[in-house]
């Protein structure tokens, strides 16, 4: 399984930190190398904090590692593109293209096909986007690149949001959340339930080789997706969720917190799929009730009174049947660890 | 690159001329916090030092930082109570770290190996006289001799080690390991002279030409309170009981003792009981389980051992063969009341374990030196009213009251840093505290859930016939992952945590022992770090620009 | 070699020589024959080292082509009208990345009302994206010009498009003098880009540009597209040398040097006004044709020179600019600004509606009498829309226009 960590289990800081001083050097995380690619490096102009900034990097230098250097991505516009990139600097260490909001996994097809046209085998393509450049505007392009099963790895950063166009809202975001275009009036305040784009089993719909699911909050799972998916070839989707500071309302520390909240509440399921079929799952090792995910975000502030108490119980149901449903069906609340 | 298009196509990592550190209202700053395990030791270790070391394999290193504070690793391994353990953080995530037993597997591992502390400070031509050969005396020997003074200890007894030999039994503490690590300290030209009372401390610094003095005489003497008793009773203290028994005078029991009391010392003097062949053996004490200062460990073990325990009670009247029980009731302040009730309890013997005294007469003559409920008042530098006179351990005054062999190795260590900066007319500097390194700051999200290892127990009933040890020691390898259950609380363990989870890459990882630096340039002061450090070891605070 | 072939298959194999590195697919007549041919291509291996993909639409198709070009590899895709449309942010997007995609477009009217059959409006929607575009009079210019459009892209890192005009030449056999591989491997040399996406040099392509730079930038892709009203003419003639047959640049200039009327068109319905031309002629008019090759970038001191001797000038366009008029007519007027010369603007061929001899030479006539109006619709059914105005007089919700034209036709000629 992917997830599976080092089998050296050392407890005083278990196998979760970054890195480890009593572990081989090759058993650590790609970002404990101070000789890690730094594929997006300082100097971007994300908000403090930024979930996305931190994603990019864990899964690129990953995949760096994973194929020695052999990379080229692509990215959608969005908040990770214009962060990175704008004239006359780059944060990107790598070779990177971007073209525009829907069109980076076709794309990224073009250039996967470009190298094979020329030879250029060894070198591998990444395809990135946010969650509007990938369940939303660039949904289309997507499911083509699944479904020809072009040589291309595409990973979204899931913000649950249009970040960089000021916070509204996508096909990812979760019901009851507020942003900029599900405002907190009315009878239904935020979101609407029921409308998200499940795109990890979407993505397994098209029996693509290989689908998986991270959060920033564990770096080895990441890793080790990454890992996997450049391990296979063919269209792969892997599909990390990066907590937004900005637009979620968090403290801009909380964003690894949140991101781990998401997955010990069962929120976001933490899973892998080959050939359309789920081959193992990230068990939740401290199940939390939702309420913990909710409350430090101010895009759930609306069912929460002012001493922090659940004030819209009902709509917390929801969410908590949401979890209890997604541990459920990926069997999250197994014995600590794999 | 002018062959590039314009603006369009960038060179790679140019970003780099951006420096968000201006961004910046708080910045991240490392800290050392001090551990709760190092601040709950009497005897100042460094444990959360120690144990990073020993994490690693390194036991020699952690050994030698283990006796940068305490000189009786192998002893204290098993003697001490471990107040360290008590306010282990882990304890409040699954159960403490078991650092006493690391430290034992340290001390004996460096008694097998005969691994030794060298002298390496230049002789400094003063010469200190110790009273007392207990582990006060001892720690503030070995200190003394480790910063370059000559050192004499004048021990009454005919042999070294006060109640390490004489009070704590010898299945809980091996004669063989006493005498080891003693032996090591005298190794380093302590002379120990035995068979020496000091009758007046005056006259022997007069006498011996000694500069500064260190007394650590103990509490020798059983309390015995008033009982009234016929002809034929059979009471005994425990102390001279246990130290009788040492001296190969077996007191004679018989078959059914009772001990008085409710402390450690009660418990080793039933137990001792139980292995000299007593069948029925009963701790009569006046309060209740809880209220008992015993440690648990010792009770449990005592009644693994088949030792009862008889609360709310109190002996009454002591006759041969028989003993008069008062009952007693607490009272809402959980005091003990009488009732009036009495009854018969059939015993051969009665032990007192109810507390012992110390004899201060040797420095009776110096009225400058105060004395508190029979105890030497000293204060911070362990310095007694008289200066250059130093006290410390059971026969001395301490904040917490405490008297174990671990305040005692402590005051010892202290003392001795005071009078080597007395003797160099200088005034001893307590170190100053670090801000504790509370459970609340730490991440442990980071840390395994891990159940502590356990010390083999020998069996219960193999333990009653002799005086074997009952706490069997780790191997090598339980103590390599006991010592990696140790969460570094408030103290950087290299986890490389800061490094992976910076949004800006704004953290510089300077290489293995050398931790970590803040790339200010691009640190945008989220936070991310702090938070997510497992150990605590981050503080954000505001930035004054 | 001389073949009587049909326009897309023409325009395929010649593509298949310029040895195109990858090509997307998707399907929209009238350039649809295109691509099929070229899937053939591959399939049979006839076309080695190509990736031929079967994308998911023509936003997909130009996408592709992107990433392609980035990679350095050739690309090529072939599209019409909606599909024009629908991926015209990547069509800017490639001429702003300075990517030399070539791309044929089977000129086609857009709807609504939708309509598959010729007309410009496609290509004039994307007049400003900055691609270079070329309009094919015959199918063996279209030939030649594909030949001309992948030296013309790769030399300037600029897109190229080749319009060529839906069904009348896309689906039109008549005969071709067909290019050797070895004479369009000496016109078209290996792809050597001048920025590529390289693992072991790499770069950020693409980056977000700011008030700061963005001026500049479109400057330098003007001046870089200027360049190509050399380079074309240039590359034109190293054609010519190699093929052996006159190549086109960037204008057809017909019997212009002595003409009062100059009519300037783009495309297939050059050859009826020449005809037209040739006709008038013997009845003693002097008109002459020019004919724009090179629309984009527009060659404006040529155009001026060209119709320098010109008394009147009428311009013959396929599309319009709703609410304004002729669109390549405005490009003339701004090339002839200061001049007096009269412009008259002649929208015909819409939607595939057929361009008779017949009718452009009564409107020449009438040019070059001074009795044409400033813009007229050839052909146009006044019967049909002045009863539609008259509906519409009456009621300002008459329903969808298009459909009372319809329902007025379908009366007329009988149907329901
Ligand atoms: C039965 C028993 C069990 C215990 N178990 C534990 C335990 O498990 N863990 C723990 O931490 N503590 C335990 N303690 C307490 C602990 O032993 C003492 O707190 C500790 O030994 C005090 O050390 P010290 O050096 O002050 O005195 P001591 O150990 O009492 O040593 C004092 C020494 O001074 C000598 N001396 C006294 N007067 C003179 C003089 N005038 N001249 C020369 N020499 C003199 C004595 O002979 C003795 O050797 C126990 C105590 C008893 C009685
Ligand atoms: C075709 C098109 N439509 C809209 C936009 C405006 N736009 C730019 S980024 C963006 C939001 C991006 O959201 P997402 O993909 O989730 O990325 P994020 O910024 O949240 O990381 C939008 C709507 C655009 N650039 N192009
Ligand atoms: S808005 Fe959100 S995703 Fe965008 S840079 Fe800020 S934190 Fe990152
Ligand atoms: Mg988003």
Redesign the pocket.
């Known amino acids: 399984m992917a997830s599976e960590r080092t089998p050296v289990r050392f407890y005083q800081v278990g196998s979760f930190a970054v890195g480890n001083r009593l572990v081989a050097l090759e058993q650590r995380s790609a970002q404990s190398d101070p000789e890690r690619a730094n594929s997006l490096t300082s100097g971007h102009r994300a908000c403090a904090g930024c979930g996305e900034a931190l994603g990019a990097r864990y899964a690129l230098d990953a995949a760096m590692r994973a194929t020695e250097g052999r990379l080229v991505a692509v990215n959608a516009t969005g908040c990770l593109e214009v962060f990175s990139t704008p004239y006359p600097e780059t944060s990107w260490r790598i070779a990177w293209l971007h073209s525009l909001f829907a069109n980076a996994s076709s794309v990224a097809t073009g250039v996967a096909a470009g190298l094979r046209a020329k030879g250029r085998s060894d070198v591998r393509v990444v395809a990135q986007g946010g969650d509007g450049g990938t369940a939303d505007i660039g949904f289309g392009s997507l499911s083509g690149m699944f479904e020809r099963n072009d040589d291309v790895l595409f990973i979204c950063y899931d913000n649950e949001g249009y970040m960089n166009t000021g916070v509204q809202r996508s096909g990812t975001t979760p019901g009851a959340a507020r942003t900029a275009t599900t405002q907190v009036v009315g009878p239904h305040p935020g979101n609407v339930f029921g409308q998200g784009k499940d795109m990890p089993r979407i993505a397994m719909a098209h029996e693509i080789p290989y689908v998986a699911t991270a959060t920033v909050a564990d770096l080895f799972d990441l890793e080790s997706k990454v890992e996997r998916a450049m391990a296979h070839h063919g269209a792969r989707y892997l599909h990390i969720l990066v907590p937004c500071p900005l637009g979620w309302g968090a403290l801009s520390s909380d964003t690894i917190r949140l991101a781990r909240l998401a997955h010990e509440t069962g929120i976001f399921p933490v899973f892998e799929a080959e050939h359309g079929e789920v081959t193992s799952s990230l068990a939740i090792r401290r199940r939390t009730p939702v309420e913990e995910y909710l409350r430090p975000q101010r895009r759930f502030a609306h069912l929460f009174d002012k001493h922090g108490e659940v004030s819209a119980p009902e709509v917390v149901a929801k969410l908590q049947a949401l979890c209890d449903r997604n541990i459920e069906r990926y069997g999250l609340s197994k014995e600590e660890g794999q | 690159m002018s062959k590039k298009p314009f603006a369009i196509t960038l060179g790679v990592g140019t970003s780099l001329a951006n420096k968000t550190g201006s961004w910046r209202v708080e910045r991240p700053v490392y800290v050392d916090r001090l551990p709760p395990c190092n601040n709950a030791c009497p005897a100042g270790e460094n444990i959360q030092g120690w144990l990073y070391e020993a994490e690693e394999g390194n036991y020699e290193a952690a050994w030698r930082l283990l006796m940068t504070a305490n000189p009786l690793p192998a002893i204290?391994g098993?003697?001490?109570?471990h107040p360290c353990e008590t306010s282990c953080n882990r304890a409040q995530i699954d159960e403490a770290v078991g650092i006493n037993a690391v430290e034992r597997f340290l001390g004996d591992q460096a008694i097998e190996e005969g691994w030794r502390v060298p002298v390496v400070a230049e002789p400094s031509g003063r010469r200190v006289l110790v009273?007392?050969?207990?582990?006060?005396?001892?720690?503030a020997a070995y200190h003394l001799r480790l910063a370059g003074h000559e050192v004499e200890i004048?021990?009454?007894?005919p042999l070294?080690?006060?109640?390490?030999?004489?009070?704590?039994?010898a299945y809980?503490?091996p004669r063989d390991v006493v005498e080891a690590e003693i032996d090591r300290i005298v190794q380093m030209d302590v002379r120990l002279v035995l068979n020496?009372?000091?009758?007046r401390v005056s006259d022997a610094m007069a006498q011996g030409g000694f500069d500064a003095a260190f007394v650590?005489?103990?509490?020798?003497r059983g309390k015995h309170p008033d009982i009234p008793s016929g002809d034929a009773a059979k009471v005994l203290d425990?102390?001279s009981m246990?130290h009788g028994f040492e001296d190969g005078e077996a007191p004679v029991l018989g078959r059914r003792v009772v001990v008085y009391g409710g402390g450690?010392?009660a418990m080793?003097?039933a137990r001792t009981a139980q292995r000299l062949g007593a069948t029925e053996t009963i701790v009569v004490y006046r309060r209740t389980r809880d209220h008992m200062p015993a440690?648990d460990e010792?009770v449990l073990d005592a009644q693994a051992e088949g030792v009862q325990m008889r609360w709310l009670s109190t002996v009454a009247r002591a006759d041969g063969g028989r003993l008069t029980i008062e009952k007693m009731v607490l009272n809402d302040k959980g005091v003990a009341e009488p009732t009036g009730e009495f009854e018969d309890l059939e015993a051969d013997s009665l032990v007192l374990?109810l507390g012992?005294d110390?004899?201060l007469?040797?420095v009776g003559d110096w009225s400058e030196v105060v004395t508190t409920g029979g105890v030497v008042n000293v204060d911070v530098s362990q310095m007694t009213g008289r200066a250059g006179v130093f006290a410390?351990?059971?026969?001395?005054s301490s904040p917490t009251g405490?008297?174990?062999?671990?305040?005692?190795v402590g005051?010892?260590a202290r003392a001795a840093a005071a009078i080597d900066a007395w003797l160099a007319g200088g005034v001893f500097e307590p170190v100053a505290e670090r801000p504790l390194a509370t459970v609340e700051r730490l991440n442990s999200w980071y840390y395994a859930d891990a159940p502590r290892t356990m010390r083999p127990h020998l069996e219960a009933i193999r333990r009653r016939s002799n005086f074997d040890e009952v706490v069997g020691g780790l191997t090598a390898e339980d103590a390599l992952f006991e010592a990696r259950r140790c969460m570094s609380c408030g103290n950087c363990f290299e986890c490389d945590n800061c490094f992976g989870v910076c949004p800006d890459n704004a953290v510089i990882k300077l290489g293995p022992g050398l931790r970590y630096e803040f790339n200010l340039d691009y640190c945008k002061g989220c936070g991310i770090c702090a938070k997510e450090c497992p150990c605590g070891a981050i503080d954000m605070v505001p930035e004054h620009r | 070699m001389q073949r009587q072939i049909e326009g897309s298959q023409a325009i395929a194999q010649t593509v298949a020589m310029c040895r195109p590195q990858v090509v997307c697919a998707y399907p929209i007549s009238p350039q649809t024959h295109i691509i099929e041919e070229l899937g053939a291509m591959v399939k049979k291996g006839e076309l080695a080292d190509c990736e031929y993909i079967n994308v998911d639409s023509e936003m997909a198709a130009m996408s592709v082509a992107i990433g392609a070009s980035a990679v350095g590899a050739r690309a090529f895709t072939a599209t019409a009208s909606q599909g024009l449309l629908y991926m015209i942010e990547a069509v800017y997007n490639a001429a702003g990345l300075g990517l030399p995609v070539v791309m044929t477009l089977a000129n086609r009217a857009i709807g609504a009302p939708i309509n598959i059959w010729n007309d410009h409006t496609d290509a004039m929607a994307v007049r400003d994206a900055g691609w270079v575009q070329l309009f094919a009079e015959t199918n063996q210019e279209a030939v030649d010009l594909h030949i001309l459009a992948f030296a013309l892209a790769e030399e300037l890192s600029v897109p190229v498009m080749v319009c060529v005009d839906g069904f009348i030449l896309t689906h039109s056999i008549e005969r071709v003098d067909m290019p050797e591989q070895e004479q369009v491997d000496r016109l078209v040399p290996p792809f050597e880009p001048r920025q590529m996406l390289d693992p072991d040099d790499p770069v950020s392509i693409g980056a977000m540009v700011g008030p700061e730079a963005f001026t500049e930038v479109r400057y330098l892709a003007q001046v870089r597209m200027h360049r190509a009203l050399d380079v074309i003419p240039e590359l034109a003639g190293r054609n010519a040398e190699v093929l052996g047959r006159p190549a086109t640049g960037l204008l057809h200039p017909y019997r212009t040097a002595d003409a009062d009327v100059v009519v300037v068109a783009m495309g297939s319905v050059l050859g009826t006004i020449k005809d037209v031309a040739d006709d008038l002629r013997e009845s003693g008019i002097r008109v002459g044709v020019l004919g724009i090759s090179c629309f984009r970038p527009f060659p404006v001191e040529q155009v001026r020179e060209a119709l320098a001797g010109a008394k009147t000038i009428v311009v013959v366009e396929k599309a319009f600019s709703i609410g304004y008029g002729g669109i390549l007519s405005t490009d003339i007027a701004m090339a002839l600004s200061g001049q007096t010369v009269p412009i008259h603007t002649i929208v015909a061929g819409l939607g595939g509606r057929p361009v008779w001899a017949a009718s452009l030479r009564k409107l020449f006539v009438d040019a070059h009498e001074g009795r044409l109006a400033e813009t007229v619709f050839c052909d146009l059914n006044t019967g049909l829309v002045e009863a539609e105005l008259e509906r519409m007089a009456i009621s300002r919700r008459s329903g969808p226009p298009a459909e009372n034209v319809l329902r007025d036709l379908a009366g007329k000629s009988g149907l329901n």
């Open positions: 204290m098993r003697a001490c109570f009273v007392g050969s207990g582990p006060a005396g001892l720690s004048h021990e009454a007894a070294p080690g006060g109640m390490l030999r004489y009070g704590i039994p809980r503490l020496s009372r000091i009758e650590g005489i103990g509490a020798q425990a102390v246990l450690d010392t080793d003097a440690h010792e374990a012992q110390t004899d007469s040797l410390g351990g059971d026969a001395s405490e008297r174990t062999v671990t305040a005692a005051h010892g």
